[in-house]
């Protein structure tokens, strides 16, 4: 089994989980197959980059324990500059760590020379935990690699870390060192209001249709979600409809059941949406040049994941009584399929958002201070979150609010990773 030079470089608390490990496992993560595999704590140890990352592992081995029921794993290690950006957090608080790591490990084994140039590729994680994430058999993150072959992992609210040690061979698999913790996906809730605000009026429209839930709490959806000039410039239409015909349209733009990447849309397929009201409503796809259209709308911004899915951005509100709307690629704009009527029809940031009076509360809410709240109801600046986390900013709508629903422990710790690294969220430019 171990020689003893392998045996004297464990730590103390993984030789306590050797002790468990079953007789006769597949493999052991300790125990090389091939004489130039090394053991993982090996490869661990001799990365001085990675010393955070290696007593983190060393403190809750029990994350470890799972590998060997997967034929190959991917660690993603972030490097000490990483945890350094990462302010503000209990390593002590096993819950938040425990999530955090396993959204750092890939199932299978992903090496930089077998990622294909310009395509996005989803890859499953080992994040299960239903407070952390909806997408059964794990929660997902995207691989890149540009022309330059930089290979860069895309996670929650479009956090970037790029690979800068690639692909150092452990017995179980492959450890990749990136400069930027990846983020679990946050729900759609503060996605679409806060990180992308571009998607305000998808959301208050969600809200005026009651229909928040089904969009954020069913396990692996894909969302179309239309962007605020494709509500503004059908405002007039849009205010006419009760909340019945409201919720038809805005089920139209969700696939239930499904996790579907951008790279999955084949061209003259058909997707089943939610509307089962009306038998064979789905979308018809289109794909010209690089562009992608679902019916006539075309896909302007993909793959933004959230807790339980993953959300694509397009130029226009679908209708389901239009569906055998085409699109022209030839044109830039492609025809309402709303009829547009009345004069609010005024786009960009200094008209009105449609539908954003309809989230939950306004600044004229009750104000919420972190004294008078019990810890965890409330995601405001001072607030203890449910992930044992500060917050970093006191600016934001969430702030001042009271009837919004708590963020959930993802959404906390992506908040607190982006305050830390100082990125802003504009959604599309
Ligand atoms: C997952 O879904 C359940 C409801 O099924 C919900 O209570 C929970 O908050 C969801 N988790 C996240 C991270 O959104
Ligand atoms: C998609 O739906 C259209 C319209 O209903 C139909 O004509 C077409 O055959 C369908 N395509 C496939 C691949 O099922
Ligand atoms: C997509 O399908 C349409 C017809 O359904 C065809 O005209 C077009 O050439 C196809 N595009 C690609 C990129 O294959
Ligand atoms: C750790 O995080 C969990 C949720 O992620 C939270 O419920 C718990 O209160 C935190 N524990 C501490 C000691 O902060």
């Not at 997902?140 to 609210?157: A, E, R, Y």
């Not at 949406?273 to 289109?286: G, K, S, W, Y």
């Not at 209708?319 to 009527?341: E, K, S, W």
Request: net charge negative.
């Amino acid at each position: 089994m171990l020689s003893p030079l392998t045996y004297g470089l464990l730590p103390t608390s993984l030789l306590a989980l050797l002790a468990v490990l079953p007789v006769g496992t597949a493999w052991s993560i300790f125990e090389p197959r091939q004489s130039k595999e090394k053991p993982l704590n090996q490869v661990l140890a001799s990365q001085k980059s990675l010393s955070t990352y290696y007593e983190l592992v060393k403190q809750y081995p029990d994350i470890l324990l799972q590998l060997p029921s997967y034929s190959g794993v991917t660690l993603v290690a972030p490097n000490n500059d990483a945890f350094d950006k990462f302010h503000d957090w209990d390593p002590q608080n096993k819950t938040l760590v425990t999530n955090l790591l396993e959204y750092h490990i890939l199932q299978g084994t992903v090496s930089t020379a077998s990622v294909p140039v310009g395509v996005s590729t989803f890859a499953k994680t080992l994040l299960n935990d239903k407070k952390w994430s909806n997408v059964s058999e794990g929660q997902q993150m995207l691989i890149n690699k540009g022309g330059d072959d930089v290979v860069v992992f895309t996670s929650g609210l479009g956090s970037r870390s790029t690979v800068v040690e690639a692909d150092l061979a452990f017995t179980g698999g492959l450890v990749q060192i990136v400069d930027t913790l990846m983020v679990p996906p946050a729900r759609l809730e503060p996605t679409t209001r806060d990180a992308y605000k571009d998607l305000q009026s998808f959301l208050g429209a969600l809200y005026a249709a009651d229909l928040v839930s089904e969009f954020a709490d069913a396990t692996d959806v894909t969302i179309f979600a239309p962007r605020n000039s494709a509500f503004q410039r059908i405002a007039g239409t849009l205010e006419d409809l009760d909340k019945k015909a409201l919720a038809d349209i805005l089920r139209y733009h969700l696939i239930p059941n499904q996790v579907l990447s951008s790279t999955e849309f084949q061209n003259g397929t058909n997707l089943t949406t939610a509307n089962d009201e009306i038998p064979d409503l789905t979308l018809h796809v289109t794909r010209a040049g690089n562009n992608v259209y679902f019916n006539s709308a075309q896909m302007l911004q993909p793959d933004i994941l959230i807790a339980n899915g993953v959300v694509h951005i397009i130029d226009a509100v679908l209708n389901p009584d239009a569906r055998a709307a085409t699109p022209d690629p030839a044109i830039g704009t492609q025809a309402p399929v709303f009829p547009v009527t009345g004069t609010k029809t005024a786009v960009g940031t200094k008209a009105p958002v449609p539908f954003t009076s309809d989230f939950p509360c306004t600044v004229d809410c009750p104000i919420s201070t972190a004294s008078s709240e019990p810890s965890g109801s409330a995601d405001g600046a001072a607030t203890t979150t449910t992930t044992g986390l500060r917050l970093s900013s006191s600016k934001g709508f969430a702030a001042r609010c009271t009837g919004v629903p708590a963020q959930a422990g993802a959404a906390a710790a992506a908040a607190m990773l982006v305050g830390a690294v100082g990125m802003e969220f504009v959604g599309l430019v």
